[in-house]
T-cell receptor
């Protein structure tokens, strides 16, 4: 069965550094991969979408890579800020939008 | 548009009672999704609709769960009878496409079954 893995341990970094979050998937080949941000008590909010034929996509301080050979996506936030602290969810999907369990990012001032 | 609207925001009910969660998607969106989020299992897809028709309900945990979409602007998720293990946050989301566009989530309904 298909499996999506994100680091369950929180990632703590200093303000100004680059945060890198990992999303691994197994037993299927997603056509699209989306990343969302979720703040406590709120629904997920869309950040970026990348297609299987794309290697990389950028939006302002965000960058996503999609390696279909490694079955992995990396999500980068450059020049991180305390306001970037949240849980980040990846959704490598083929039939419907299915999510990993998320990684909590904490940016220290 | 006000976004995806869910009601109620919080629901506390006793075991065995019927619970109905409601969702109003964004106008013009063809897809509607119901998710359940818990600490243990993360964000799970329960069911999704396309043009008001249920397409995939393989994520619905048991026959106690049912979902309907009588028209393009309204959907319900019903649990009957409810059990303590159903306690979770339930999200509704809508989108223009199944995978190729962003999904917009509601604020969620926090359900507590005691």
């Amino acid at each position: 069965s298909q499996k999506i893995e994100q680091n369950s341990e929180a990632l703590n970094i200093q303000e100004g550094k680059t945060a890198t979050l990992t999303c691994n998937y197994t037993n299927y080949s997603p056509a699209y991969l989306q990343w969302y941000r979720q703040d406590p008590g709120r629904g997920p909010v869309f950040l970026l979408l990348i297609r299987e034929n794309e290697k990389e996509k950028r939006k302002e301080r965000l960058k996503v890579t999609f390696d279909t050979t490694l079955k992995q996506s990396l999500f980068h936030i450059t020049a991180s800020q305390p306001a970037d602290s949240a849980t980040y969810l990846c959704a490598p999907s083929r039939r419907a939008l299915t999510f990993g369990s998320g990684t909590r990012l904490q940016v220290q001032p | 548009d006000a976004g995806v609207i869910q009601s109620p925001r919080h629901e506390v009910t006793e075991m065995g009672q019927e619970v109905t969660l409601r969702c109003k998607p964004i106008s013009g969106h063809d897809y509607l999704f119901w998710y359940r989020q818990t600490m243990m299992r993360g964000l799970e897809l329960l069911i999704y609709f396309n043009n008001n028709v249920p397409i995939d309900d393989s994520g619905m945990p048991e026959d106690r769960f049912s979902a309907k979409m009588p028209n393009a602007s309204f959907s319900t998720l019903k649990i009957q009878p409810s059990e303590p293990r159903d306690s979770a946050v339930y999200f509704c989301a809508s989108s223009l496409d199944r995978l190729n566009t962003e999904a917009f989530f509601g604020q969620g309904t926090r359900l507590t079954v005691v």
